[in-house]
């Protein structure tokens, strides 16, 4: 009898747990909420990690909600939470909403992997085609490589389509930092590889892809961490980018000769 209680006990506790366990908590914005460029804290805000509405996040709030998410660390936050409450128009303020993040070329950039520029239109809100054009990089893993590859890709769609397009030397490091950081939160902080199928989730439906199997890491993440990963990046975006003008530079003068003499 007393077991037969106990177990029932757990059983109704077990029960507790799981429906307010906030990685099923998923829910998302209503009338009156505010959502921003960023994905990852979008899908945070849509599990309650951060406020529902999107609005008024302290650093507080930011540390825990990071924490609890994604295992951050305090510091990670906390050098995070400088640049996000930068965005908010009110000077010295305490507090940002995730709709400050939109304000252009002040975080939010030109190049994103799934927005279109802000001179094309809303670039705070999901666009198939542009990540489409992102995904297309990327085999059954996205790694250093092929992450670079597509970041790459944009930038030249977008400076195509776009006569205002511009990236301040923080954007850029933005875009680097971005994509270290979405390999690394996903997938394998150390070989820095992710499954694409857990990206592709999270971006289209602003949800933690744990249905597919993903786990909040035992393990914390640091700022070293993920400037160690942006670094890993920044040195395969260089070598892509050389590359690439090196192609355009044989590609464009066809003569060897005229190659050497335009250099
Ligand atoms: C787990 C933590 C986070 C991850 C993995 C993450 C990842 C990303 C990714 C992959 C993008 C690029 C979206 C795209 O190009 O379409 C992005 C955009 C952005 N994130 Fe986050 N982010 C995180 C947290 C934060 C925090 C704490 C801030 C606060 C400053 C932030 C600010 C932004 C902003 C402003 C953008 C827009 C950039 C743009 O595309 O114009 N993110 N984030
Ligand atoms: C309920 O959740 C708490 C904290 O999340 C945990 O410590 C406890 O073991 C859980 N109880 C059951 C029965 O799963
Ligand atoms: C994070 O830690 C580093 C090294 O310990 C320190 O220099 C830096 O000020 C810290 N950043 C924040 C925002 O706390
Ligand atoms: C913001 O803080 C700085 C430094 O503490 C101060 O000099 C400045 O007057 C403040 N600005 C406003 C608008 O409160």
């Known amino acids: 009898m007393r077991l037969a209680a106990f177990f029932s006990v757990a059983v109704a506790v077990a029960a507790i747990n799981t429906t307010q366990d906030p990685f099923e908590q998923w829910r998302g914005p209503e009338a009156g909420h505010v ?15 951060l406020p529902r509405s999107g609005k008024y996040i302290t650093q507080k709030d930011l540390a825990d909600g990071l924490f609890n998410a994604v295992h951050f660390d305090a510091n990670i936050s ?26 252009h070329n002040v975080l939010e950039h030109d190049a994103s992997l799934s927005r279109v520029d802000a ?8 666009n198939q085609q542009a990540f489409d054009e992102t ?39 933005f875009i680097l930092g971005e994509t270290a950081a979405f390999i690394s939160i996903l997938g394998d902080a150390q070989s820095i590889t992710v499954d694409k199928k857990l990206v592709e989730y999270l971006f289209q ?27 890993k990046v920044r040195l395969e975006y260089n070598k892509q980018l050389k590359s690439t003008l090196q192609r355009k530079r044989s590609g464009g003068f066809h003569l060897n000769g005229m190659v050497h003499h335009w250099r």
């Open 78 to 103: 906390h050098f995070l939470f400088g640049f996000a409450v930068g965005t908010n128009p009110e000077p010295n303020s305490t507090w940002f909403s995730l709709d400050h993040l939109s304000r």
């Open 205 to 231: 439906n602003e949800r933690l892809p744990t249905k597919l199997g993903w786990k909040r890491s035992s393990t914390p993440f640091t700022t070293d961490l993920l400037l160690g990963n942006l670094d």
């Open 35 to 49: 959502r921003g460029p960023c994905p990852f804290l979008n899908t945070f805000a849509n599990h309650g990690f």
């Open 135 to 173: 995904r297309s990089y990327w085999g059954d893993v996205v790694n250093v490589e092929s992450g670079t590859a597509s970041i790459i890709s944009r930038m030249r769609t977008c400076k195509a389509a776009n006569p205002k397009y511009s990236l301040s030397e923080l954007g850029e490091g």
């Open 119 to 126: 001179y094309v239109g809303h670039a705070d809100v999901f």
